[in-house]
Every structure is written in C-alpha cells, then in structure tokens.
C-alpha cells in the first residue's frame, strides 16, 4: 500500500508546502494583496476565468499553436534527420547553415515573424516551428550516425533496398533518441508560445498575462501562469508515458 501511495503523496506534499509558503509571503511580505495576491484569492480568480469561458479560449489557442507548430517540426525535422545522417554529403553542406541558425533565440525572430505574416496565429506557429525543428534535426541526424554499422553489412548483405534498411534498421535504431528528443522540444515549444503570444497575437495564456498586467489583476496573472505549468506537467507525463509504451515494445521486440 505505502509504495504505491509514496508517488502519488511525495509530490502532493512538495506542492502543499510550496502554496504555504506563497501564504506566509503574501502575509509577512508586507505588499500589497493587488501586487502579490494570495492563494485563496488567485483560486476565486480563477473560477472566474472559468465560468466566463475566457481560459478555456485562451488556453485552446495556445494549445491550437504548439500543436500546430511542434507536429509541422516533427513532419518536417525527423525525414530531414534521417537523411543527413545517412548522406555524408548532404551533413557537411547543411550542417553549417543548421548550426548557424540554431542558436538564435526564437523569439529574435518575433519582428521578422510580424512582418511576414502579420497578427496571428502564423507568427506564432512558425516561432515554434523554429523553436522545435533545429533540435529535432540535430538529435535525429545523431542518432542516424550512432547507428553500429554491422546493421548495415548485415543488411547489405541480405540485399535490403533502401526501403527495408530504413523501415528494419534506421527507424527502429533511432526511435528512442526520438523520443527524447520530442519530450525536451515540447517543453521548448510551450515556453516559446507563451512568449510570442505576449507580442504576436491577441489570444492564448501569453496574451492573457499580458493584458491582465495592463489591467492590473494579477490575481488573472497567475492564474495563467498555473495553467501554463500544469500544461506543462501534462506535457511532459504524456511524452514520458510514450517513452515507457516504446520501451516495453522494444523490449519485447527485441525478445
């Protein structure tokens, strides 16, 4: 009973302690309540938000944009991966230009992201897309070339087209540095749409704390903000439950 409930309680505890801990700020803190609002006051808050529908429309558009951009990265990213760990060639021309551009923070290319394609949600796509298909190639094209080139004599051996080496060999071999891979980028991509959303758009949490700090709530403010984690929290579960699902298929794969 007490490993099972170990889990479940220890996290449970970490957050109980950290919400005293914001009481006993707000109270000895000596700011003011509309500076630094309470826990009771941010969940009051918080039920307003709800009632009027306006988090749950602000929290699907910024959904709607990681969606959108980290799916187009992956689409776009991991075929481009495979096939610069595979061609030697094609790596040492495009590797310069990926390792240039990779550094640059996503959000420099907010002024450019406006101009291009206007108040939307485009600019906000496409400064995830950025934010999700330089990782994405990186770690694919690594994984490709970490492949044990047995693999490929054996298969050159058994006369695999190009096919079947990288539906056997490749996709499989490289499946768990994927994942990994997608579990980092989808946290990248959800800290990059909250703060394009405070610049390019007019909808989304990084909207809604924006315009909330303009009207000084800042009860709404973390509201948003709280939101913004337990996203990232689930995000982050589900990336993790994908990873264990291919694990226990590889495994059994394997066997």
């Not at 808050?45 to 699907?60: A, D, F, P, Q, Y």
């Amino acid at each position: 009973m007490m490993p099972c409930a170990k889990p479940i309680l220890t996290p449970l505890l970490s957050f109980i302690i950290c919400i005293l801990l914001w009481e006993l700020t707000v109270r000895y803190s000596g700011w003011d309540k509309n500076i630094f609002p309470d826990p009771l006051t941010v969940l009051i808050s918080m039920g307003e938000l709800i009632r009027s529908g306006c988090l749950l429309k602000h929290t699907v558009a910024s959904l709607f944009r990681v969606t959108a951009g980290f799916y187009l990265a992956a689409i776009l990213g991991i075929p481009l991966g495979i096939f610069l760990g595979r061609n030697y060639t094609a790596a040492l021309f495009f590797n310069p230009i990926i390792n240039f551009l990779r550094p640059i923070s996503p959000l420099a290319w907010i002024p450019l992201a406006m101009l291009w394609f206007g108040i939307g949600d485009q600019p906000a796509i496409f400064l995830i897309f950025l934010s999700s298909f330089f990782p994405i190639v990186v770690a694919t094209t690594v994984a490709v070339q970490s492949i044990n080139p047995t693999y490929f004599y054996v298969a050159a051996n058994f006369d695999f087209n190009k096919y079947e080496v990288l539906s056997k060999i490749v996709i499989p071999a490289i499946i768990p540095s994927i994942v990994t891979s997608l579990r980092l980028t989808v946290t990248i991509a959800w800290i990059v749409v909250v703060a394009a959303e405070m610049i390019a758009v007019q909808s989304g949490l990084g909207y809604l704390i924006l315009d909330s700090r303009n009207g000084l709530r800042m009860d709404y403010v973390m509201d948003a903000m709280i939101v913004i984690g337990l996203i990232g929290l689930f995000l982050d579960y589900i990336m993790r439950r994908l990873s264990n699902i291919e694990s226990t298929v590889w495994a059994t794969v394997e066997r």
